[in-house]
């Protein structure tokens, strides 16, 4: 019988899709295929690094029963983690940036986490406000000033865990090598943490070094600045360049990209809201700026041609209530 005992082993083998339609009506001469993370059980390429980043821990005794699984996010993770928690036994309690979609609060509470907003814990908020929202530098004052001083926990830590990149290297980009049988010329995904690009793209450059590695970074409209303080962001995209070395994740692997591709959020929308039309999947922000990224490789003439390999993180239905589908915002 194919029977599952646990969502933990419906994690990953996620399917690689073709968008024929949409490559038609832009009249590419590329293949563009998306590897579609929402068939996790959780909906989120997060699933994969939650369900590794436990059990490492698990098996290094730093996790054991009757501990809190701690972590912090912009809501995917959190949403994977509470999920393994649940599945696992494990109490779970997130710090949530404040501007996520409230659909990310509501599903980690189904799961029985503990939601607490960045801006409600004093430590986190003064190093937010000091450092002008600085995710790296709230994580470290968290750990040092409040997690350091509690008991029976395990702080995940996804920005400088060896487990979140080790995932992908070990499980998405042999997917992608297999699923293409090796014919993928340009691969492109967003960095958040960077496990992503660095983990597939460490597999895939040992497979085929000629193999391009595209990383994407929010355009400048879509950050904070003096200009436009609280601007459209794509959730879980940060920057990675022109920005100081301390406010990069460890997990990030900057020798392993050859392009760095930046794309604004109403780019990513409008992205997101068409492949809804054309091919009939509902993604996320992130995701469009998957799609807008390799949009906009494939019609240069260079790679005219080539199969482009990006990958959409999360499904669409955790952006309702924001401007994503709100086909009246445009920008």
Do not use: C
């Amino acid at each position: 019988m194919a029977v599952y005992k646990s969502i933990t082993e419906l994690v990953g083998k996620t399917p690689l899709l073709e968008l024929s339609n949409y490559e038609k009506k832009h009249n590419l001469q590329a293949k563009i295929l998306v590897k579609v993370e929402y068939f996790n059980p959780n909906q989120s390429v997060k699933d994969r690094i939650a369900l590794a980043m436990v059990e490492d821990a698990e098996k290094k005794g730093l996790l054991k029963p009757g501990y809190t699984i701690i972590e912090t996010t912009s809501g995917n993770t959190g949403i994977g983690l509470a999920a393994v928690a649940a599945s696992k036994g494990y109490k779970f309690r997130v710090y949530v940036q404040d501007n996520v979609s409230k659909e990310r609060f509501q599903v980690i509470k189904a799961f029985g986490g503990e939601t607490i907003k960045l801006s409600e814990e004093p430590v986190v908020k003064e190093a937010l406000d000091s450092t002008g929202g600085d995710f790296v530098a709230a994580i470290a004052a968290l750990r040092e000033k409040v997690l350091s001083k509690q008991k029976d926990i395990f702080f995940v830590d996804q920005v400088s865990n060896p487990a979140n990149p080790a995932i992908h290297e070990a499980t998405t980009g042999p997917e992608i090598w297999e699923d293409t049988e090796g014919k993928v010329d340009i691969f492109v995904a967003n960095v958040g943490t960077g496990g992503t690009v660095s983990g597939v793209g460490k597999f895939l450059k040992s497979k085929n070094k000629n193999i391009k590695i595209v990383a994407i970074q929010p355009g400048p409209n879509s950050l904070p600045s003096d200009e436009n303080p609280e601007p459209e962001e794509i959730t879980g995209v940060h920057p990675f360049e022109g920005v100081p070395a301390e406010r990069v994740p460890q997990t990030m692997d900057r020798t392993i990209y050859d392009e760095k591709f930046e794309a604004e959020t109403i780019d990513a929308y409008r992205a997101a809201r068409e492949v809804a039309k054309t091919d009939g999947i509902l993604v996320g922000t992130s995701s469009g700026a998957a799609i807008y990224a390799a949009t906009e490789l494939a019609k240069r003439p260079e790679n005219k041609g080539k199969t482009i390999v990006a990958v959409l993180p999360d499904t669409g239905l955790r952006y309702l209530s924001t401007n994503l589908f709100n086909e009246d915002y445009v920008g």
